[in-house]
């Protein structure tokens, strides 16, 4: 199968085509089933990846590390504090010194235009794990998740509620496009994805046969669904906007009545996690006092009810990651 991304760097989901993007899913299938059997082969034998982490992260990290050392690849850790980047040595002098050592990079952080500088000049594939603007790697997850579920990609249902100008609002918009779901977000107006990134998605809808429809209300959003999607209220780095918006989002939080409002008794719910769904974290608790709710976008009913594919989600970002690096690593 000679799919060309030897060398290319994912800093978005429209950085594939649909054909790129089925065979990404396919290989993440096939490494599954290899690793289940105990018969994965060393790949990236010889090859190092950088990882570098401005933000927290468990599953982004974890899967790009076990996914590299299941391969025979070595994983090189970098967070924030360790490195010179963006404080004494620029992310251009960062991009080419890591470029000459390491066979991929992968990124986390803040801006998008961080991670463009990288890729522009490392020289090597990069990898965006996760900016403001975009969280690629997820949705190759989401959607070998909602194949693995409905069977098929062309025009299985897909509902987001919750905040759709986020990374992952727009993550999910444009790959349900690239991959020709049938795609409806309920968000209130002021967090619907900006009116470029539509386009965009529009413009690939056109061609996969993808519908896409943006509104308000969650009955008509989740009526018929296939899966139920939703992400947290308030991104890493906009803590500070929670009150603003548990107001605004209140009346988008998956319940066991919005789960039920899809008519479908086999709708799947999905999160691409962290969540807060009780008050058994810090940030639950504090969410407890200040709000007077156990949960923000999620009930935690629905996040443990057995229509919940969260950790089966979780799991398949390290097929889908393991196969990005096979497909443009070896
Ligand atoms: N879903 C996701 O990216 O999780 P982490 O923040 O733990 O990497
Ligand atoms: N929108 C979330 C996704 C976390 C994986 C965030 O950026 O914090």
Redesign the pocket.
């Given at each position: 199968m000679g799919m060309n991304l030897l060398g290319r760097s994912i800093l978005k989901p429209a950085d594939l085509s649909h054909e790129e993007l089925i065979y990404v899913l396919d290989l993440a299938e096939q490494l599954k089933r290899l690793k289940a059997a105990g018969s994965l082969t060393p790949l990236l034998q010889g090859k190092s990846v950088a990882l570098l982490f401005e933000k927290a992260s468990t599953r982004t990290r974890c899967a790009f590390a076990v996914a590299c050392a299941q391969l025979g690849a070595h994983p090189e850790f970098l967070g924030k504090d360790d490195i010179h980047f963006g404080k004494k040595e620029s992310v251009r002098d960062t991009a080419r010194v890591l470029g000459r050592m390491f066979d991929g990079i992968e990124y986390r952080g803040f801006g998008h235009g961080i991670v463009e500088d990288l890729a522009r000049d490392a020289g090597v594939p990069v990898y965006n794990g996760?900016t403001d603007l975009w969280?690629p790697t997820?949705v190759l997850a989401d959607l070998m998740t909602i194949r693995s579920h409905v069977g098929s990609l062309r025009h299985a249902r897909l509902a987001y509620l919750g905040d759709a100008r986020?990374?992952?609002g727009n993550s999910l918009l444009v790959g349900a496009a690239l991959a020709g779901l049938d795609f409806r977000i309920a968000a209130p107006a002021e967090l619907h994805p900006a009116a470029e990134i539509v386009q965009d998605a529009q413009a690939l809808a056109a061609r996969t046969g993808a519908r896409l429809a943006i509104g308000e209300d969650v009955e008509q959003a989740v009526r018929g669904a296939d899966a139920i999607y939703t992400?947290?209220w308030a991104?890493?780095g906009e803590e500070a906007k929670l009150a603003e918006r548990v107001a605004l989002l209140r009346p988008y939080q998956v319940t066991g009545e919005v789960l039920a409002a899809s008519g479908n008794p086999d709708a799947i719910f999905m999160h691409?996690l962290p969540a807060i769904h009780d008050s058994r974290t810090a940030l639950g608790r504090e969410v407890l006092q200040a709000y007077g709710t156990e949960g923000l976008e999620v009930t935690d009913d629905v996040f443990e009810g057995p229509q919940s594919v969260v950790f089966e989600q979780a799991e398949n970002r390290l097929h889908t990651i393991g196969a990005l690096l096979v497909a443009t690593l070896a």
């Open positions: 996760l969280h997820q986020n990374n992952m992400d947290v991104s890493m691409c």
